[in-house]
């Protein structure tokens, strides 16, 4: 058995569930992606952001925040004619900025920015879809930290997202086959 959502016949989508989604990741490039690509993601369907992700990958240097902080506007308008990724001027904007503010961060990285905000495991996992919330308090003072270091596209439903993707939290169903592994417990990445 599968999450609901994972039960599919697109490969890619199916193997994007049993392998990636909800396994704990670390690395400021591999977050960074991450952040963008859920971004993207806002108001279409993942698996569009899925089947273009090579392409976000060419386009944005590699998600590599040392090299999208230094587009500027030609770089901008290249992205905007490229059919191969999203073009939203205000996502591309984001991504840009989100970068440059990552490189800015001064007090910390990235991973450990974002895993402070990770919460306590559940004891169990969830049982039925409509119990996997939007957003929880934990993703909205994500969200609202992003935004004040300057970060954009951050809401806390692209928050609760992110964690989710990222492993944060376990969002798979009871029952389904996917076994999260290497789970997080160092303590230095939870509880704001």
Sequence with gaps: ?????????????????????????????????????????????????????????????GFDPERVARFGEADVERLMSDASIVRNRLKIDAAVNNARVIVDLNDTDLDTLLWSFAPEPRPGR??????????????????????RRGLRFVGPTTAYALMQATGMVDDHLSGCCVQVTNTDSDSRYRGR
């Design 1 to 61: 058995m599968r999450c609901p959502w994972g039960a599919t016949d697109d490969e890619l989508y199916r193997d994007y569930h049993d392998t990636e989604w909800g396994q704990p990741l670390h690395g400021r490039n591999e977050l960074y992606e991450r952040l963008c690509l859920e971004a993207f993601q806002s108001g279409l369907a993942w698996i569009t952001i899925l089947r273009k992700r090579d392409s976000f990958r060419s386009a944005f240097a």
């Design 126 to 147: 969830l049982t039925e879809s409509s119990d996997v919330p939007a957003s929880t308090s934990e993703s909205k003072a994500l969200a609202k930290e992003l935004k």
